[in-house]
Structure formats: structure tokens, C-alpha cells
């Protein structure tokens, strides 16, 4: 692989360091080396000890009775783990930072231990967030203090009837009198609903009559513990996460004082949309530790498990859908922790992470469900026994790419960026410092708590190529590059705008697999990747990129002119004998 181009100034990254990408075993029982690098941090090795010492059997038990975890929520408490990891510098009491590489960190163990526990911390940041992008700050400072108290939040968005529809929402709040209103309503898929300290609601505004505002959106905090006009309506039971409370809320005549208006008309909007943006990207960390888990105990049992007098892992056939399953895992660790180096970035003038972030939803999580099915079909049966944490990683692993159609939400939103992302019009423009690699210190980025909503046609970006020139002696980056010249060519000549167009969710899949190629490059380059296995990642991407094209081409909407630059892009990627025996070798090792 060549490296005159690495970007780097600080040198080669460590052995270890450049370990953290692989995919990570952390029970202590077969803890990976570069796994101690996550537990030097106290709050995730208090994490870990907690899970160890609680046990995969236990753990199984409550996920059957669906049974809520009041004592991991006692425990985050009195080690101050929420407010730890979210607790922004400028209002915390208690020592708390929102530093995002220990933040995905602890996500991705969290999950890794049990993904339902991990869900009460993603909806307490959607909670916590959208108080802090608001415009309260006597608010924001009341929510940081129940955080660091130990109470949990909550994110009351999306209702039964509308889901993602946000426009549809009929929770209202009207104003009768100076300074008050009167709120009603019901949200559903409501996390934390049974016990959050506060809860941010996404509300429209109407006026004495009833008649919504121009600009309709409010958002307000209540506070379940004291709000005799909230009600939590019950638990949903959902496919995974059983454990966890996802729940329906109802409020009913609550009195609404002004001070407890978190924003108004856009700055609601604003808040609620930025807040979403950064919790589906903090997601992808979760696929990534169920995928793990599953991956350890997969593993275990093919090595273990003898059949025809010898390791399951050795037949042919079940080597080469583990292998396909670790390659695709670690190509989401490449790409979620170098996206994560475009969030760190992010300011007023560098807004690519809205791609990234949106790419990450739709991609990382969808190929954490590829991993599950790929190691599905190695361990068979035993992979829907009850006492694994298997057969939770197949349910769980689901959901996150799955709920309320999101995945086809950030593909929509991906074909949005297609035409800045191919433009070429920033072709110098420089790539972010790597957290993982060492190039760039952890910490807060105090533009998170205040992004906006604007255009996406003003954000620029560097020449699409630029990852791959360094890698060009693999055969399939070539390969895949040349796919993204050929795309970006449809991109040009197609007539009707990608953002507008029926065939936005395929031009979508197309858009999204070619940012992951960039961002896996990038990462596999700066931690030094053997080519080996950027040879195999790239030629599963290949496959995948061909794949979306002959689904483009089959589009009604396009062309005969359009169809035969989709046949351009269905290529056969090169396979190597030799890249695969050493994807063996860590799979079988």
C-alpha cells in the first residue's frame, strides 16, 4: 500500500492504536489486547464491570420478562456515567464532558454488553440535546443538573398516526393568557418515558382559535415527576431492546409557563432536527457492538464445534461467510470512526458531516444487519437459542436501520448532497485530523450544541477520488473508483435533479456506498490497514456498488442512454486467494 500520501504529521499511529478498528472481544474472560484501550477510561470500565459481574444469563432473563433495569440506572447514577459522557463543560457541576470519542466508545461497549440498557443513554442525549440547541438557558442548566443527579431524559418527537411525519404532529399548545398555555397531546415511541426526569416535546403552536402559527413549531420542556396532566400511557412491546421502556405519552390541559419553552417557531425546528442528526449518528456505534458480540460468541462456537472430526470454522463454506461477515464489521468501525473526525470538525463553514452522518445511519447500521444474517448462516440453530446473546443481536440488530422507515429517510437525504458531493468544485480541500490515529485530541466541539439547518447546496467538498490515489496498488479501489467516475458522469448527464427525482432512493444507495468507500479509505490509510483487507473490504463494495446499479438501471424513470451508464458500473470485482487467507487468519485465529 502506498503512504506517500498519508496525510499524518504526528507519524505512524501505535500498534495498538490502529488495533482499536478491528473488531474488539471485552469480556474479560477473552479480552482483546487493543480492548484495554477503550477500558483505561474509568466510566467505561465501570460500565464493563457492572455487565460482568450481572452476567449473560441474567442479563437473558430480563430481556425475556421484558423486564426494566432499576438497578443499572442506580448504578449509572452513583458512578455518574450519563453525566460523565454528556454533560457539556459550560453547565456541568460535577466534572462532565461532552468528548465524543469516549461518548462512541462507551456507546459501542454499551451495546456490545447490551444493546436495551444502552438505548436509556441514547434517548437521555436526544432528550438532553434538544433542551441544550434550544434557546432556554435557564432550562439548559435545570437539565444538566437531573442528569447529574442520575436522571435519565427523555424525547417526545414522533406520534402513532404521523411517525416521521413531524408536519402532521398534532400535539398543540395554546396560549390563554400572559405567559401560559395549555398543552395537549400524544407522542409515541417514547424512550425513558416511564421514568425520565424531564422530557422535550416537539409541539405545533396554535393561537386562541385554534389555528396553527405560520411557523408552527414549539418545543417545551415537562416534567413527568411533578406534571399531574402527563400520564404515561404504557410500554410498547417492541421485537428487541425488551428490557428498555419505549413508550406512549399523553398530556392533558398541562398549564405551561413561558419559562418552560425550550425554542420557538425555527429555533424549535432547528433544535429538534440537530438533535436527530447527532442521535442516529451515535446509533451506528451500537450496530457495531451488537455486531461484535454476535461475532465473539459466533466464533467461539464454530471453533468449538466439531463436526465430521474437525472445527466447523475449517469447512470451506463457513470460513468464507465469517470472513465476508468480519470484513464487512470492520469496514463499519473504518467508516463510523472517521466520519466521527468530520463530526469533531464540524463548524459554521464545515458541514460535510450532515453527509456523513446521514450516510451513517443509512449504511453502517443496514450492513450490521448483513454481519447478523452472514454469521446466521454459520451457527445455524444454535444462533436462536434463548441463552445467547445471538438470538438478542438478531432482533436488536434490526431495529436500529428499521424503525419508522428511517433508512430510506437518510437515503432521501444523501440524494440531496449528490451533486455538491461530485461537484469538484473544492478539490483541495483538506480532510479532518484522525481521533483514533492520534492526529487530533478528544473534547468538546461547542458547535454541536448550536448547529443550524441550512441549504445543503452551500457545503462543499474535495474531490471524490482523492481517498483512493494513495491506494491505487489494490486492484479493487481501482476498480470501485472507476465505478464513482462512471456515477458521477449519470449524475451529470441525468436530467431530472437528484433532490426532486423518483429515483432518489436508488440514486441514494449509490451515493451512500461511494462516501462509505471514501470515508473507509481515508481510515484505512491513516491507521495502516493491510492492503490485504482493504483489498477484501473493497471487493465486497464492489459487489455492492454493482448491485445498486443494476437496481438504478432498472428504474422506469431512466433513460436507454442512462441504463447503459449503470451497465458501466456492474463490474466483477477481482478476487484474491491471498487477501481472503488473511482475513482467515484473523477470523480463524
Known amino acids: 500500500m502506498d503512504k506517500s500520501n498519508n496525510p499524518q504529521k504526528s507519524g505512524e499511529p501505535s500498534a495498538a492504536a490502529a488495533e482499536v478498528i478491528y473488531p474488539q472481544r471485552f469480556a474479560a474472560a477473552d479480552r482483546s489486547k487493543a480492548a484495554e484501550i477503550y477500558l483505561r477510561e474509568p466510566i467505561v470500565a465501570k460500565l464493563a464491570e457492572f455487565f460482568e459481574a450481572k452476567g449473560l444469563a441474567k442479563l437473558k432473563e430480563e430481556d425475556q420478562r421484558e423486564e426494566w433495569y432499576a438497578d443499572w440506572i442506580e448504578y449509572q447514577a452513583r458512578h455518574r456515567i450519563y453525566a460523565t459522557v454528556l454533560a457539556p463543560k459550560q453547565f456541568a457541576k460535577l466534572g462532565g464532558a461532552f468528548d465524543l470519542l469516549r461518548l462512541v466508545r462507551l456507546l459501542e461497549v454499551f451495546a456490545y454488553y447490551s444493546p436495551s440498557h444502552g438505548y436509556s443513554l441514547q434517548v437521555t442525549f436526544l432528550g438532553l440535546f434538544s433542551i441544550l440547541m434550544g434557546e432556554n438557558e435557564d432550562l439548559k442548566r435545570e437539565a444538566v443538573a437531573a442528569l447529574e443527579a442520575g436522571g435519565l431524559m427523555g424525547f417526545g418527537i414522533s406520534e402513532k398516526g404521523h411517525g416521521a411525519d ?14 401560559k398555555f395549555l398543552a395537549n397531546g400524544r407522542k409515541y415511541y417514547i424512550g425513558n418515558a416511564n421514568i425520565a426526569a424531564m422530557i422535550s416535546i416537539l409541539a405545533r403552536k396554535e393561537d386562541e382559535q385554534g389555528r396553527v402559527k405560520r411557523v408552527p413549531f414549539v418545543s417545551f420542556a415537562i416534567r413527568p415527576a411533578t406534571a399531574k ?90 470460513r468464507a461467510l465469517a470472513s465476508q461477515a468480519y470484513v464487512r464489521l470492520t469496514a463499519m468501525k473504518l467508516y463510523a470512526y472517521r466520519a466521527l473526525d468530520y463530526v469533531r470538525a464540524a463548524n459554521e463553514h464545515e458541514r460535510r458531516y450532515l453527509l456523513y452522518n446521514a450516510v451513517q445511519k443509512a449504511k453502517v447500521s443496514t450492513e450490521g444487519v448483513k454481519v447478523i444474517a452472514l454469521l446466521s448462516e454459520c451457527v445455524g440453530a444454535r444462533g436462536l437459542e434463548s441463552d445467547t446473546f445471538f438470538e438478542m443481536a438478531l432482533r436488536d440488530a434490526q431495529l436500529v436501520p428499521g424503525l419508522e422507515g428511517s433508512t430510506h429517510i437518510n ?28 492526529e487530533a485530541a478528544g473534547g468538546e466541539n461547542p458547535y454541536l450544541m448550536e448547529a443550524k439547518t441550512g441549504a445543503t447546496n452551500t457545503i462543499s467538498f474535495g474531490h471524490f477520488l482523492n481517498a483512493y490515489r494513495p491506494l491505487v496498488a489494490v486492484g479493487n479501489v481501482r476498480i470501485f473508483a472507476r465505478q464513482a467516475k462512471v456515477f458521477a458522469m449519470f449524475l451529470k448527464r441525468r436530467e431530472k435533479p437528484a433532490g426532486g427525482d423518483e429515483a432518489a432512493i436508488p440514486i441514494g444507495q449509490c451515493v451512500a456506498t461511494i462516501a462509505y468507500g471514501q470515508l473507509v479509505a481515508e481510515n484505512a490509510l491513516r491507521l495502516g490497514v493491510a492492503a490485504e483487507l482493504v483489498g477484501a473490504i473493497f471487493q465486497m463494495l464492489v459487489g455492492d456498488l454493482s448491485g445498486f446499479a443494476m437496481a438504478l438501471a432498472a428504474h422506469p424513470s431512466l433513460g436507454a442512454r442512462e441504463r447503459r451508464l449503470m451497465g458501466r458500473m456492474v463490474v466483477i470485482p477481482k478476487a484474491s486467494g491471498g487477501d481472503w487467507e488473511w482475513v482467515v487468519g484473523r477470523v480463524g485465529g
Open 166 to 179: 413531524l408536519f402532521g404532529n398534532e400535539f398543540a399548545i395554546r396560549p390563554v393568557g400572559e405567559g
Open 229 to 318: 396532566a402527563y400520564r404515561c400511557v404504557g410500554k410498547i412491546r417492541t421485537l428487541g431492546v425488551r428490557a428498555a421502556f419505549v413508550g406512549e405519552l399523553e398530556v392533558v390541559n398541562h398549564q405551561l409557563p413561558v419559562s418552560d419553552i425550550v425554542a420557538d417557531g425555527r429555533g424549535a425546528w432547528d433544535a429538534s432536527f440537530g438533535t436527530v442528526t447527532l442521535g442516529k449518528f451515535f446509533l451506528g456505534f451500537a450496530s457495531i457492538g451488537i455486531c461484535e458480540r454476535a461475532t465473539e460468541e459466533a466464533l467461539g462456537h464454530l471453533r468449538s464445534r466439531i463436526l465430521y472430526g474437525k472445527p466447523v470454522i475449517e469447512m470451506p463454506h463457513i
Open 411 to 438: 437515503l432521501g437525504m444523501t440524494t440531496q448532497f449528490a451533486a455538491k458531493y461530485f461537484a469538484r468544485d473544492a478539490s483541495e480541500l483538506k480532510q479532518p485530523p484522525s481521533l483514533v490515529a492520534g
